[in-house]
């Protein structure tokens, strides 16, 4: 089952009964590391036990602004 930007706001209903999920975060977002939490905390609460966050090969390069966004999100991921 596909989710959007409409399930924002009840994310944890729309993943209700789904087995996994898989979290792409717009480019560029401002807070991305917020977004990707947002999430998780619904999958938690939904009770999805796996997931996949799709990032970049490697979020070490600092000039490109949004590796930044993507790095600080993978370390919101490992802490979940």
């Given at each position: 089952m596909?989710?959007g930007?409409a399930?924002?706001?009840?994310?944890?209903?729309?993943?209700?009964?789904?087995?996994?999920a898989?979290?792409?975060?717009?480019?560029?977002?401002?807070?991305?590391?917020?977004?990707?939490?947002?999430?998780l905390?619904?999958?938690?609460e939904?009770g999805?036990?796996r997931?996949?966050?799709?990032?970049?090969?490697?979020p070490?390069v600092p000039?490109?602004?949004?590796?930044?966004g993507k790095a600080?999100a993978?370390?919101v991921v490992?802490r979940?």
């Open positions: 596909a989710t930007r399930d924002w706001d009840d994310l944890a209903g729309a993943l209700d009964g789904c087995g996994a898989y979290v792409v975060a717009p480019n560029f977002h401002p807070d991305e590391a917020g977004y990707v939490a947002h999430a905390a619904a999958r938690g939904a999805v036990r997931v996949v966050y799709h990032s970049v090969a490697s070490d000039v490109m602004r949004h590796h930044v600080e993978e370390d490992r979940s």
